[in-house]
């Protein structure tokens, strides 16, 4: 007998439990799309606080652009933090941005910036920290102002550049630039090369060709020479405003008249300068200098002597560094020693300033620093020259930026030859750490191998925004970038 069930029951059950998977899944749906919904609202938040905190870095960035030593944003007198209201184009409130800075400390052009970025609602913020530097012109291994050649035996660690031409038969281990696209190099004659040229033959040919160099010229294009100029060379580019190293010494005499480091006049042939590692120095009067020897003559170079003393006479001993930490002589100066944590700015210059007066500073023994990591700076700056004396350190170090604001770095030529200069025509290294900044035409060697030998020239990466104290810097200098951190 054929029997019939009933299976309605059977299909309520099913309904409910695909309704309620179906409920089920769209309560997730929904509260998925809450959650992805407040999740970019919060992510929007968050990148709107972000974008107001760097919006309060590039406000004070262009605030400085227009008054670059304001660090309290143009109230005077408060220490802040500084608030500002950001609204969008549309003027409508986004929130605001409040800014912590904090000054350069002594000695130094860096300013920290740390820039919150606050929504309107209060509930997102975001730090960013910057620090912001103008850069000094110790940024350079050597800068000249006028044609420069760097001869072979010259290696360069750091940036180089000339506001005319410059020759370069040596190895530079970073860029090398001229303001010029091509100029008369004076050691040869024949047409106009490269602002930046070089007479070292082509691998694997050795050797220099001292003659015109067509590959070096205009009418060529310009080859990749990494084996002089290991990070290139770039011409023509912007002029450096030399005039920014060359600040009236007249305002660096008065910060050293004022904290007790002036010396007028020795009456003699000038000050011979001893630093200590003590933070002292001794000071002597130079009172006869090396005689040139028989047939040792001035070949015709400007101010041509033997810039070495013969004999002194002490004039102070165990002399603290002034407060200002900025040493002015009103004459002739040579210097040697070692520094232990100092910052010192040594200059020497004559007034009225008349060429035919102006005052320079030899260094013809050791001047060192005993920390590199930016603890000591010296810089030499003079009317005239820097010199190397004929009677000086066969391998001499310089620790210091050197500075010939009217004339040039470098070494007299002493001509070799029986009965003429022989006894100190021939030397064998200079090494310079810090920076040279020459008016004139640059040199510690010359052609025929007097002088010194090698030459190696580094830059102190230190003093490129930490500089000694009173060391010029252009008013032309803008901010750039240092570190950018968020917090």
């Known amino acids: 007998m054929m029997q019939i069930f009933n299976k309605k029951g059977i299909l309520t059950i099913q309904v409910l439990i695909f309704g309620s998977a179906a409920i089920m899944l769209s309560v997730g749906l929904v509260y998925w799309a809450s959650v992805a919904m407040n999740s970019a609202q919060i992510i929007v938040s968050q990148s709107t ?24 944003d143009g109230t005077g007198t408060s220490t802040g933090p500084y608030v500002h209201d950001f609204y969008d184009k549309d003027g409508v409130l986004l929130g605001n941005f409040s800014l912590a800075i904090t000054p350069p400390p002594a000695n130094s052009t860096v300013v920290t910036i740390i820039s919150t970025g606050t929504t309107a609602n209060g509930k997102f913020s975001k730090s960013i920290k910057v620090r912001l530097g103008r850069q000094s012109l110790a940024r350079y291994a050597a800068l000249t102002q006028a044609a420069n050649r760097f001869g072979a035996g010259t290696e360069i660690f750091g940036p180089v550049h000339s506001n005319n031409g410059i020759r370069f038969d040596g190895l530079a281990h970073n860029i090398v630039t001229s303001a010029v696209s091509q100029y008369d190099d004076p050691d040869h004659s024949g047409a106009q090369e490269f602002g930046v040229h070089t007479h070292v033959n082509i691998p694997p040919s050795l050797g220099i060709n001292d003659n015109f160099r067509s590959l070096e010229a205009p009418t060529s294009s310009v080859q990749n020479r ?23 010494l007249s305002d660096i005499k008065s910060d050293a008249s004022s904290s007790g480091g002036y010396y007028p006049s020795s009456t003699v042939f000038g000050y011979n300068l001893v630093f200590k590692t003590n933070d002292t120095f001794d000071l002597y009067k130079v009172t006869t200098l090396v005689s040139p ?68 500073i030899t260094v013809n023994e050791d001047l060192l620093y ?3 990591d930016g603890t000591d700076a010296l810089a030499l700056i003079t009317q005239k020259n820097i010199n190397i004396g004929f009677v000086s350190s066969s391998t001499l170090r310089i620790d210091a930026a050197l500075i010939a604001q009217n004339g040039r770095v470098g070494r007299y030529y002493y001509r070799p030859g029986e009965s003429y200069c022989s006894s100190n025509a021939f030397k064998s290294s200079i090494t310079t750490y810090g920076m040279i900044a020459s008016n004139g035409r640059y040199g510690f060697a010359y052609v025929g191998g007097t002088g010194y030998a090698l030459r190696n020239l580094s830059f102190d990466p230190n003093l490129a925004y930490e500089p000694p104290p009173g060391f010029p810097i252009s008013s032309s200098e803008q901010y750039a970038m240092i570190s950018w951190e968020e917090l």
């Open 293 to 360: 020897p028989s047939g040792c003559t001035n070949p015709g170079q400007d101010g041509w002597g033997t810039w070495s003393i013969s004999s002194s006479t002490l004039y102070e001993s165990n002399v603290s560094f002034p407060t200002s930490s900025i040493l002015f002589f009103e004459d002739n100066i040579w210097v040697k020693g070692k520094i232990d944590g100092a910052r010192i700015t040594v200059a020497a210059g004559r007034f009225p300033d008349l060429a035919a007066t102006n005052a320079s």
């Open 226 to 248: 990494s084996d002089v100029f290991m990070a290139g060379r770039s011409f023509p580019v912007p002029a450096v405003n030399f005039s920014g190293l060359t600040q009236t």
């Open 370 to 372: 005993t920390n590199y």
């Open 49 to 72: 606080a972000f974008s107001i905190s760097e919006a309060g870095i590039e406000y004070y960035k262009w605030h400085l652009a227009h008054n670059q030593t304001d660090f309290q």
